[in-house]
């Protein structure tokens, strides 16, 4: 057969992981997860047309503008540029559409209304995705939050200077835009409980997250601060003074977030200790760089031992170097300490970062009859789906501590089944119509998942110059909490995304047909542009020319049985 081309999406894929025309696709968009359109996204911001990049972000993702700043973006170590000269800053392309997009035009509109009603626990990211999708599918949806406002970990859990809060307010508005109600100030198992919020409606969906925190079983740890207890309090505004010295055990991105928020409320000396030796730190590497332009002082392959006090005042920590970590058959570490590695650090404040968990009280006696797994997570299949009929259970209660992201991703797969469950509406794929309005198009879905264009697999990769990465500007603003990261101006961000390779997807180059010997393809019109095309099928030589000529790895062979004797 004559070669065949995985091809760009040319509409906005709401739900959908394998379709037809992309039969091969990029490591980038495989390793997302919430299933961002990332290289047509990328194709868009590349011409300037933040706009409708916005448009294909959104259709599966309410919170760009979040994700754009705080992911920690599994696409871009997964990106095969990496591979020549570094990756493509897909992050801050995300948070460019989202910033330099006519806002206005971006506006999705709701299906006509099913009359059934959807409750959802939980106010996150997780939640709000579910909501907002089941809005735009015409059901009654209530949010129930047991915070005074919506928002999750993007309100409360992440600082100021990572995310300001007016672009929380932006996106969290978006979804109550779309006809979602929320009653804030609502605790589940207090205010109103489980069994009546299901007996209120046809389908609940279950988006509590982890807000329960881990401590360490130390002597004075009730003197500790837990971490997302420290950062809650300071978006809110309610803590005051942290002392000067304070020290934090716990080595991911939560323990850095308070370390930072701690030295911007006055700390002038902060101490990070964590069991991780250096270099195998679960913070990402630009928390580390943060760390040392801050001066925040890391101790490795440590574990505190105790929380020295004076009576209800801290004044120090005992802690200790560890030989070796490992966990026992119950899962539980098993340290083995330094001979003599004993050290002690006078302080104002300790702050626990050590690890969240699931708090399921709300649900009642049994679980309200949900099969939990054995670290206390609601046991939920790939489209989110509990053990009870009509309950659904996305992000972080389901999946355990995960990222913005993975929630996002959680959330609009429960929307769309629980939408099923409720009309018998099923499809391999749901996109926006010029209407933007959500529509089904089984037709474009697939049952065999695409394969992922590997960086070996780009014959054609020479073709591309060598172009690092666009530098995002760093703020040097004096007020403590302004946005660390200035984000790519719409330059930057316009030839940032021209370094993209399109792994796996047509972009219509013409390079194939240029060296094709026995002149079977074509540039042909299609839409407002050209695209290759077989014209000559009969006349294939089957030589590959075109194949190992692509520079995005986008075209694949059968090769007829003659062939192959």
């Known amino acids: 057969m004559p070669p065949r081309y995985s091809r760009e999406i040319t509409r906005p894929v709401v739900l959908g992981a394998s379709l037809k025309e992309q039969f091969r696709t990029s490591p980038c968009e495989a390793s997302c997860p919430a299933g961002n359109s990332i290289q047509k996204m990328q194709s868009l911001v590349e011409k300037g047309e933040f706009t409708e990049a916005l448009r294909y972000l959104r259709a599966k993702n309410p919170f760009p503008g979040i994700t754009g700043r705080v992911c920690p973006h599994f696409c871009m170590g997964a990106c095969n540029r990496n591979h020549k000269d570094g990756c493509v800053n897909t992050r801050a392309l995300e948070r460019a559409a989202a910033t330099f997009a006519e806002q206005e035009k971006v506006v999705f509109h709701r299906r006509p209304a099913t009359g059934k009603k959807v409750s959802v626990i939980g106010g996150g990211p997780a939640g ?67 069994e009546e919020i299901r007996s209120r409606a046809d389908a609940v969906i279950v988006a509590t997250g982890v807000p329960a925190e881990n401590s360490l079983p130390v002597p004075g740890a009730d003197h500790a601060v837990k971490a997302m207890q420290f950062l809650r309090a300071a978006a809110l505004g309610h803590t005051t003074s942290v002392g000067k010295t ?44 943060l760390a040392a332009r801050e001066g925040v002082i890391i101790h490795n392959s440590c574990t505190m031992s105790a929380v020295r006090v004076d009576g209800d005042t801290v004044k120090g920590v005992d802690f200790f170097e560890v030989a070796s970590c490992s966990f026992d058959e119950k899962g539980k570490p098993v340290l083995e300490p330094v001979p003599g590695g004993e050290k002690t650090l006078d302080c104002d404040t300790v702050i626990f970062a050590v690890g969240m968990k699931t708090d399921l009280d709300f649900l009642g006696e049994n679980a309200a009859g949900l099969e939990l797994s054995p670290r206390r997570w609601i046991k939920a299949d790939a489209c989110q789906r509990t053990s009870r009929e009509g309950v659904f259970a996305a992000g972080d209660v389901s999946a355990g501590p995960a990222s913005i992201a993975r929630a996002v991703g959680d959330g609009r797969r429960a929307a769309f089944a629980a939408h099923a469950y409720l009309t018998g509406e099923t499809s391999r794929v749901f996109v926006l119509n010029d209407d933007n309005m959500i529509e089904a198009c089984d037709g474009m879905g697939s049952d065999v998942a695409p394969y992922v264009v590997q960086y070996a697999d780009i014959y054609g990769i020479d073709q591309y110059e060598e172009a690092p990465a666009e530098v995002e500007a760093i703020n040097d603003c004096p007020k403590p909490f302004a946005e660390l990261n200035e984000g790519l101006t719409a330059e930057q961000a316009m030839r940032e995304a021209a370094r993209c390779f399109h792994c796996g997807h047509c972009k219509a180059c013409g ?45 694949a062979f059968t090769f007829p049985l003659r062939m192959q004797v």
Request: aromatic content about 8%.
């Open 128 to 194: 709000l995705t579910s909501a907002y999708f089941l809005a735009l599918l015409g059901h009654d949806v209530t949010v129930y939050e047991a915070e005074p406002v919506l928002g999750g970990v993007p309100r409360y859990g992440v600082p100021n200077f990572r995310l300001p809060r007016d672009i929380v307010d932006r996106e969290v508005g978006l979804v109550l835009q779309a006809g979602v109600r929320a009653r804030v100030n609502t605790r589940v198992g207090r205010d109103i409980t489980f």
């Open 246 to 289: 304070v020290v934090i055990m716990g080595g991911g991105g939560v323990a850095f977030d308070c370390a930072f928020t701690a030295r911007r409320m006055g700390a002038e000396t902060v101490h990070v200790i964590c069991l991780e030796k250096a270099g195998e730190m679960r913070a990402p590497e630009e928390d580390l760089q």
């Open 511 to 555: 390079t194939c047909v240029d060296d094709c010997p026995g002149y079977v393809l074509e540039l042909r019109p299609w839409q407002e542009a050209e695209r290759p095309e077989v014209m000559h099928g009969d006349e294939c030589w089957h030589c590959a020319n075109c194949r190992t000529s692509c520079p995005c790895g986008a075209i």
